[in-house]
């Protein structure tokens, strides 16, 4: 058996998430689909790095999969991105590794975008793609304010409530709040992360943002561990997976 580590981007939008479900299209289940129509195995199981919410999308998603088939990774890259169409679905690279590599327990960090277009005129061609903010934000006031977050936390104020991570404590080893042009991007990185954790914590800046919460109202929802203490949820629209660090 032959393993191949792919990269991939995908637009969110006609996706239930990552994951394959019974409930609608996913990225997973749509990669599995294409695989299967050039290899010989029956059954084909493409395990990615992390898991992406319904509408998240992502620019550098990695997965792998195995099969008998003696093949380049060109012809392996082609014929995906041959047989996946029409999905928005993108396989930007493919290497032969070790059946030592596993995408999702050999990661050493993820890292996400949050992207915000913040401005009062209403989104065209980004509908979907960013989150809308109309009222002016204090980027700095953001940035300053998720500090408090970085580092190794327990995280359960920013976790979705049907999460299924066994523990809420995660280490964030960086999290940036930047301005370009009218957008805010909110850059976040950790080995792994919670359900939810990104958009909660972007709703909630968004909100210091506006001046509705105080760097130490944030201090006080992280230590009250208490979902019901979260500022607000930020939408799917504008979290972009962006890339994943593999031991060299």
């Known amino acids: 058996m032959q393993r191949f580590k792919l990269t991939i981007e995908y637009d969110g939008r006609p996706f239930v998430g990552w994951q394959r479900q019974d409930n609608g299209p996913s990225a997973q289940g749509a990669l599995e689909q294409a695989i299967r129509g050039f290899v010989p195995e029956d059954q084909v199981t493409v395990t990615g790095s992390g898991r992406t919410d319904a509408g998240v999308h992502a620019y550098g998603q990695v997965a792998h999969f195995d099969t008998a088939r003696d093949m380049t990774t060109d012809e392996v890259q082609g014929a995906i991105n041959y047989h996946i169409k029409p999905h928005p679905v993108c396989v930007l690279a493919v290497e032969k590794v070790s059946q030592d590599f596993n995408a999702r327990f050999s990661a050493k960090s993820r890292h996400y975008v949050y992207k915000i277009c913040n401005r009062r005129a209403p989104l065209t061609f980004d509908r979907g793609l960013k989150w809308h903010v109309k009222p002016p934000l204090d980027v700095a006031a953001m940035h300053d304010a998720a ?8 995280f359960t104020t920013f976790r979705h409530v049907n999460c299924q991570a066994k523990d809420p404590v995660k280490t964030m080893d960086y999290l ?52 019901a203490a979260l500022g607000f949820n930020a939408p799917p629209d504008g979290l972009y997976f962006v890339k994943v660090d593999y031991p060299d």
Do not use: P
């Not at 919670?194 to 006080?220: C, F, P, Y």
């Open 147 to 154: 500090q408090v977050l970085v580092g190794r936390h327990d």
């Open 176 to 227: 940036r709040v930047e301005q370009i042009g009218d957008e805010v991007h909110l850059y976040a990185g950790a080995r792994s992360f919670l359900h939810h954790q990104i958009r909660s914590i972007t709703g909630t800046l968004k909100m210091v943002g506006e001046g509705k919460w105080t760097k130490a109202n944030l201090r006080d929802a992280l230590h009250a561990r208490d979902r």
